[in-house]
């Protein structure tokens, strides 16, 4: 049955590290079926820590927190609402080492629905669907750690889609790739939504935002929670904006006498603005 | 090939086709084999044989030859030492004090040296041709729980992942200054820091795989698929036959009847 409400709804999510680093503090979030939702902040403005909250991976010390109608504030601490979670929302974590565990490239992405308990055949498909959207069929009898950062961040991201999630959320898929495979992995993120996939991916990088977004949420570094919301044309024609929230910043150099500043994203956007 | 961190080479040898469980089994029985025997030629008999299979399974020479470097230092040991502390046997070849070599205690030396390189052998003709994955299955289909197996499997799959991590660690501090003397204690003191660094990434990646395992269904209430499970041809039922029935006979015979228990 489709979703009709919002996938999440979050009320005032805090969390705090060992009860004292703040990484998150009220946090107000609608996330409606189908979106796909670039969470935009500089490091350690709490993105990564509200991706593992949607994921049921940590319980928020205070507010509360919905995913497809149901309140699932307290899912980290309940397995088999947990498992629930995790049969309908998938995570790529950062580091797509730590995801990939099999002896092979099939092996790893079989690895989910085949403890499902699929029937065979189900698997199979699901497997083959899975490695063409991430066009990494060619690799399926290839060990993980051979692979190049690129391959594997492809490969984590279809270990996910082959448990058919409804939602998948990417944690800076985009990072420290060079700009061919990057924008090559944009492209197949994009695809998502032509699988139905609603997306949540947090990234720094501006560069990827208008390939991907349907809709930007901009985090403050310091306040860590939203600070901005809109279209992603909106978002990043507010250069103030960016630079106050740190995913771009004040360069200045010098032509001779003329002083020469302009705004700078270090990921490929690089906004000119002569003063 | 897995870049020099595992002995599996792939293949498609009739051994490399051989049901796991097969070999398994026929390993288990020859490794227990060389264990009984103390006989210097049945011992470099059975060494001939595995590396004459090895051959046969088309198993790259440069393997092999790299399990005979990493075997070397422990062999020359033994050879070496064993004379000194096992004064029993005759003729005395050497008497300085305290120090008596024996003919027999060398040849027992070298005895020994020559069980541990067959033992090794024959453990390299299973893990040589079983690729991870066969390894594992056929270890739950002997009995090993799914998660021990699964266990097992991650294990060894995370063996180049966390020798990578230490060697990026370990840059990491040289970059810095550190310097490594080549060998003794001092070299150990040396790497502590860059051990514990290593174990805290170590640390933190196993959080997020424990994660990534849950995420994925592990401890889901249901029966796991299992995808392209083993399946005992004719050849190998035959195979098993004949190897037990030979490894039976040779077990009777060195139990009864003390075959290759004489050092010569």
Redesign the interface.
């Known amino acids: 049955m489709a979703q009709t409400g919002p996938i999440f709804r979050l009320e005032g999510i805090s969390y705090r590290y060992h009860g004292r680093h703040s990484a998150l503090d009220q946090v107000d979030l609608v996330v409606e079926p189908g979106e796909q939702l670039v969470i935009l902040g500089a490091n350690g403005s709490g993105k990564s820590t509200l991706l ?1 909250i949607l ?1 049921g ?1 940590y319980r928020p010390t205070s507010g509360r927190l919905w995913a497809f109608g149901e309140e699932i504030t307290d899912v980290a601490d309940d ?1 088999e609402r ?2 629930w979670l ?2 309908r929302v ?2 790529v ?1 950062q ?1 797509p ?3 990939l ?4 490239v099939y ?1 790893d992405v ?11 055949e189900q ?2 498909e699901q497997v083959a669907r899975a490695l063409r959207a991430m066009e990494v069929a060619h690799l399926a009898d290839r ?4 692979l190049s950062g690129g391959e594997k961040r492809r490969v984590a991201i279809a ?2 889609l082959a ?1 058919d999630p409804e939602v998948v959320l990417l944690d800076e898929p985009t990072a420290n790739l060079d700009p061919r495979t990057r924008a090559a992995l944009v492209h197949l993120i994009r695809g998502m939504r032509d699988l139905g996939k609603t997306v949540i991916l947090t990234t720094h990088e501006l560069d990827i935002v208008p390939g991907i977004a349907t809709r930007v949420v901009v985090f403050g570094d310091q306040e860590r929670r939203p600070v901005a919301s809109g279209h992603p044309s909106e978002i990043l024609r507010d250069t103030d904006l960016l630079v106050r929230t740190n995913l771009i910043h004040e360069h200045l150099h010098w032509h001779g006498e003329l002083a020469h500043t302009h705004p700078h994203a270090h990921d490929g956007e690089h906004l000119h603005e002569h003063r | 090939m897995s870049a020099g961190y595992d002995l599996y080479a792939p293949g498609d040898s009739w051994l490399h086709r051989l049901d796991p469980r097969v070999k398994l089994i026929l390993t288990a029985m020859a490794a227990l084999l060389v264990l009984l025997w103390s006989s210097l030629p049945l011992l470099l008999a059975a060494l001939a044989l595995a590396h004459l299979l090895l051959a046969l399974a088309r198993y790259p020479r440069g393997l092999a030859i790299g399990v005979w470097r990493a075997l070397a230092p422990l062999l020359i040991l033994i050879v070496t030492l064993w004379p000194v502390f096992d004064r029993r046997g005759e003729p005395v070849l050497l008497a300085l004090g305290p120090l008596i070599v024996t003919g027999e205690a060398l040849l027992r030396g070298l005895a020994t040296a020559l069980r541990i390189a067959a033992l090794s052998f024959t453990l390299l003709l299973w893990l040589g041709t079983t690729d991870q994955r066969s390894l594992v299955r056929s270890l739950v289909r002997l009995g090993l729980p799914f998660s021990l197996g699964m266990a097992l499997t991650i294990g060894l799959r995370f063996i180049p992942t966390f020798a990578g991590v230490y060697q990026t660690v370990s840059e990491a501090f040289q970059a810095r200054g550190l310097t490594l003397p080549p060998r003794g204690l001092r070299r150990l003191q040396a790497m502590l820091p860059i051990l514990v660094a290593a174990l805290v990434t170590a640390l933190r990646m196993s959080e997020q795989l424990g994660w990534t395992l849950a995420a994925r269904g592990v401890g889901a209430p249901v029966r796991r698929t299992t995808l392209r499970d083993l399946a005992m041809r004719p050849a190998d039922w035959l195979a098993l036959a004949a190897g037990l029935a030979a490894g039976l006979a040779l077990l009777w015979l060195t139990l009864a009847e003390g075959l290759g228990r004489a050092l010569r």
């Open positions: 593992k994921d991976l397995p947990a498992r995790h049969r998938g995570l974590f580091d080492d730590v995801q565990f099999s002896p092979t092996d079989a690895f989910g629905p085949l403890q499902l308990g699929w029937p065979e698997v199979r060990a993980p750690y051979e270990t996910v448990m």
